[in-house]
Nanobody, 130 residues
C-alpha cells in the first residue's frame, strides 16, 4: 500500500510559477520494483482527468504537449517525493492536480492513461487568473 499526499497548490496570476510536491509513503520495494511510474494528473471542471507529467524509476519523463517546456517533473533519490515545477502558468492550467503511481506497461514504459494508476493522492488545487 502506498500513501500519496500533494501540496503546493495555490491561486496565482498568469506567468507565475509554482512547485507542487507529492509525499509518498509505503514499502520501499513497491516504489522501486512495482510502482515504477509516478505521475502528475489534472482535472479541470467539466473535463476528463489528463496526464500532465510522468517519471519512471530511471527518471525518463513524459509530458503533455500543452505543458512541454513549461513544466518539469522530478523526484528525490529515494522516490519519496515527486515534484513538478510549473512555470509560465496560464488560466488553462487551472485544475485539481493529483499525483499517482502505477506499474509499467508490458514494454517497461509508463502509460498516460489514468486507468493504469493504482494509487492516488487527494489532490491540490491550482488556480491561475489572467
Amino acid at each position: 500500500q502506498l500513501e500519496m499526499v500533494e501540496s503546493g497548490g495555490d491561486s496565482v496570476q498568469s506567468g507565475d510559477s509554482l512547485t507542487l510536491s507529492c509525499a509518498i509513503s509505503g514499502p520501499t520495494y513497491r516504489l522501486k520494483y512495482e510502482m515504477v511510474c509516478l505521475g502528475w494528473f489534472r482535472q479541470a471542471p467539466g473535463k476528463e482527468r489528463e496526464a500532465v507529467a510522468i517519471i519512471d524509476d530511471i527518471s525518463r519523463t513524459i509530458y503533455a504537449e500543452s505543458v512541454e517546456g513549461r513544466f518539469t517533473i522530478s523526484q528525490d533519490s529515494g522516490r519519496n517525493t515527486v515534484y513538478m515545477q510549473m512555470n509560465d502558468l496560464q488560466p488553462g492550467d487551472t485544475a485539481m492536480y493529483y499525483c499517482a503511481a502505477a506499474p509499467p506497461i508490458y514494454d517497461g514504459t509508463c502509460g498516460r492513461s489514468d486507468q493504469r494508476y493504482n494509487y492516488w493522492g487527494p489532490g491540490t488545487q491550482v488556480t491561475v487568473s489572467s
